[in-house]
């Protein structure tokens, strides 16, 4: 795989409101089981305010390579369920 | 369409549950057209078959350390197919079954995509209800069907209709949060025993059924006492599902529509009289028609 190429992936507020892949899932309550630490839903336009958020992807658009790159996914998968 | 127009960045495609030939041509073709596969399927032969389809094939196996959590390993799968989107789209996500039946990384990669405006495309495989129902001979559109985690049962303690069938998936590990294949909770099995009696009598018969994991093999039926479940599933395997027939047959309470729906003539069947002499016989077996009396 190569370094993260310069691509746009959206951050507030040029996020679209709406899901690419629209489902009932992505909109479920955060947790799996009672097992990870939930939301009480998970609203894409309020959850993109969250800081959280914002600095796991500007992480994601920051990383200069693959392993790096991954391991700002993984924080902003912690904020997802 | 060049491999850069595809859609989607992100491909999720299930296998089906018996391996290689459970694969669809639907989901080989996404497959082929990714630059990167990620495999989340341990049944036999499945990676090295893949990458006959793909030249970058990563095998997620190695994510799923035992005795771990099993949150942050759905986490670790969904991390590395939206990293290499990032980068290199599109990519596929290929797991086990079908991509949105208890597959909990297909989720946190749709929520992700949301965030990080990747497009995704779910395409769908063999689920291990679909082999459930064939492995049973069951039609949900005799008594419908009534389909809980078993987890998700308990902890919500949600209500069951025993005149309706009922598929409890992931009863081996109820109540576990760690990813032990092998590891039975005698406790924990008891709870959803106890649960399940609440609802059904002890001496209902249930089945434990394990669908084949390879052409080679058969599938695992086994019938036991609702009162000896928590024995049973000591013995099962991971992927065994629990299968609980209904108790009894709802009555039919809307008699001038069940009448509607009948077929044009049809009447009440009524003995043949001097319909020939000749009796249809099956070699071995009881002849077609009235039984004989016995002398």
């Known amino acids: 795989m190569t370094p993260t190429p310069p691509i746009d992936i959206g951050v507030s507020p040029s996020v679209s409101p709406d899901p690419p892949a629209p489902g009932v899932v992505v909109r479920m309550p955060i947790t799996f089981l009672g097992m990870a630490p939930g939301r009480p839903g998970f609203e894409p336009e309020e959850f993109i305010r969250d800081p959280a958020v914002v600095r796991s992807v500007q992480a994601i658009r920051a990383a200069p390579t693959d392993a790096e790159r991954t391991a700002a996914v993984y924080q902003l998968m912690e904020t997802l369920g | 369409m060049t491999r850069t127009e595809l859609p989607y960045d992100i491909a999720i495609v299930g296998l089906g549950i018996a391996g290689v030939p459970q694969i669809t041509h639907e989901a080989e073709e996404t497959m082929r057209r990714c630059r990167h596969v990620f495999v989340a399927d341990t049944g036999n032969g499945v990676a090295e078959y893949l990458r006959t389809l793909s030249p970058h094939v990563v095998d997620l196996?190695?994510?799923?350390?035992?005795?771990?959590?099993?949150?942050?390993?759905?986490?670790?799968?969904?991390?590395?197919?939206?990293?290499?989107?990032?980068?290199?789209?599109?990519?596929?996500?290929?797991?086990?079954?079908?991509?949105?039946?208890?597959?909990?990384?297909?989720?946190?990669?749709?929520?992700?995509?949301?965030?990080?405006?990747?497009?995704?495309?779910?395409?769908?495989?063999?689920?291990?209800?679909?082999?459930?129902?064939?492995?049973?001979?069951?039609?949900?559109?005799?008594?419908?069907?009534?389909?809980?985690?078993?987890?998700?049962?308990?902890?919500?303690?949600?209500?069951?209709?025993?005149d309706v069938a009922c598929v409890i998936t992931q009863a081996p590990m109820v109540a576990d949060a760690l990813n032990r294949p092998a590891a039975r909770d005698v406790d924990n099995l008891a709870l959803l025993q106890a649960y399940l009696l609440k609802f059904y009598p002890a001496d209902h018969e249930v089945v434990l059924a394990t669908s084949s994991p390879h052409p080679l093999l058969e599938p695992l039926v086994?019938?036991?006492?609702?009162?000896?479940?928590?024995?049973?599933?000591?013995?099962s395997a991971q992927l065994t599902t629990l299968f609980i027939p209904p108790v009894a047959r709802r009555a039919i309470a809307d008699a001038q529509l069940a009448q509607r729906m009948r077929v044009a003539g049809a009447e009440p069947v009524q003995a043949a009289a001097g319909a020939g002499s000749a009796v249809p016989t099956r070699p071995g077996r009881p002849n077609i028609g009235p039984q004989q009396p016995a002398n």
């Open chain 2, 61 to 162: 196996a190695s994510e799923k350390e035992t005795g771990a959590h099993r949150i942050p390993i759905y986490r670790r799968f969904a991390s590395h197919v939206v990293s290499a989107a990032l980068a290199e789209p599109p990519v596929c996500f290929a797991t086990y079954g079908h991509p949105t039946m208890f597959c909990y990384p297909t989720t946190l990669i749709q929520r992700s995509a949301v965030v990080l405006d990747l497009k995704v495309a779910l395409v769908p495989g063999v689920s291990s209800l679909d082999t459930l129902l064939c492995d049973l001979g069951v039609d949900p559109g005799s008594d419908g069907l009534q389909m809980y985690e078993a987890t998700d049962l308990l902890v919500r303690r949600r209500p069951l209709q025993n």
């Open chain 2, 222 to 235: 086994q019938q036991v006492r609702l009162g000896s479940l928590a024995a049973g599933l000591v013995q």
